[in-house]
């Protein structure tokens, strides 16, 4: 189904005037509209629209050099300081494994691609923006001072959208997983296929077969495989990690790209609803009034098993997941292990 928007380019520059300290995500909602639509109001004054070839992007960015890049989902959004580097790019998937930038990237949700320039005082902040079909974001590259400014020219030049003022064609239900099994599979199938696994990778396989999301899977496996965690745990685990130094692994997902910090944490703070990290290179903003369910989830493998703390929305969406710092072919770090399975669990009169 396509959507249209009754709002005007001219009346949505206008409430971006009468707004001017609103986040752009922020006032689409408010206007009714999706990002994208916003930004497409302003094709011509300080934004051209690209071509989200994600082939030609991904190798071009690296000579652009240091950037941030940004990834978010309604309730979490990623920002890693670094350089696109390592990176594999195939039909269904494509993949950058920079020291830094750590993504997943799956190019046929990136739809609508734009290249925005804000005066900001003195000096101009440029960005690339990606869409999905519904004009929800997918992920954003935001240049810094060190960045080769010559070589964001030219990859805005090579991607430049034949015509500037195409129409967006938006679809609505564009979303972030599947919907799953209504009449829910016997546990036994799915835990004889769990405890099979070899590989964390495994995962998405066996729930495809068995059309169940990651959310119904960890609710039917059992609680030697899953268990429920109280919600404020998160925020426990992030100070944890920070006064014991240990490093781990933080996955946020929007349609399009998982985005991968990895290494140790230094700066956690609270700020109304959102838990903060605001490190050097990785800032993370996670709403922990959206977190309605948190999970402890072991996963086997040919190493021992694999344990991961899961975020979901109320509506079953991941959230973020967090993990360990592990290199593959080695065991899980034993204080990672031990700092989950010592967290605060919901006892099971409380799981409803």
């Known amino acids: ?99 830094d930038i750590d993504l997943r990237v799956f190019p046929s949700r990136w739809a609508i691609g734009f290249a925005l320039e804000k005066h900001d005082g003195d000096g101009v902040r440029r960005s690339l923006q990606f869409f999905d079909k519904s004009g929800d974001a997918v992920h954003k590259v935001h240049l810094r001072p060190s960045s080769n400014l010559y070589a964001y020219q030219k990859l805005v030049e090579d991607l430049l959208h034949p015509d500037q003022q195409a129409p967006l064609d938006l679809q609505a239900g564009e979303t972030d997983e599947e919907t799953g099994n209504e009449e829910l599979p016997a546990a036994d199938d799915l835990r004889e296929r769990w405890s099979a696994m070899t590989d964390v990778h495994q995962l998405f396989n066996i729930l495809r077969k068995l059309n169940l999301t990651r959310h119904q899977a960890v609710h039917l496996i059992g609680e030697d495989y899953a268990w429920r965690l109280q919600e404020d745990a998160l925020t426990q685990m992030l100070y944890q990690a920070v006064d014991e130094a240990v490093p781990i692994m933080c996955f946020v997902g929007s349609s399009g790209c998982i985005q991968i910090h990895t290494g140790t944490i230094e700066t956690v ?52 997941q967090f993990f360990g710092e592990r290199l593959e072919g080695h065991a899980e770090r034993t204080d990672w292990r031990s700092m989950v399975e010592g967290l605060p669990r919901l006892e099971s009169r409380q799981v409803a």
Do not use: C
């Open 1 to 99: 189904m396509n959507v249209q928007t009754r709002r005007t380019p001219e009346a949505i520059r206008r409430a971006r005037d009468e707004n001017p300290k609103m986040r752009e995500r922020d006032l689409a909602a408010m206007l009714g509209i999706s990002e994208a639509e916003l930004l497409a109001a302003y094709v011509g004054h300080g934004v051209t629209r690209i071509e989200p070839r994600v082939a030609d992007l991904l190798p071009a960015l690296e000579s652009v050099g240091e950037v941030m890049a940004l990834t978010r989902n309604e309730s979490a959004v990623h920002e890693k300081v670094g350089v696109y580097e390592k990176i594999t790019v195939g039909a269904q998937h494509a993949l950058v494994l920079g020291r």
């Open 269 to 320: 703070k609270p700020m109304g609803p959102w838990i903060n990290i605001l490190d050097p290179g990785f800032n993370l903003h996670l709403r922990t009034d959206h977190v309605k369910e948190l999970w402890a989830v072991r996963k086997p493998t040919k190493d021992g098993h694999v344990t991961s703390m899961e975020a979901y929305s109320a509506g079953g969406q991941l959230i973020a």
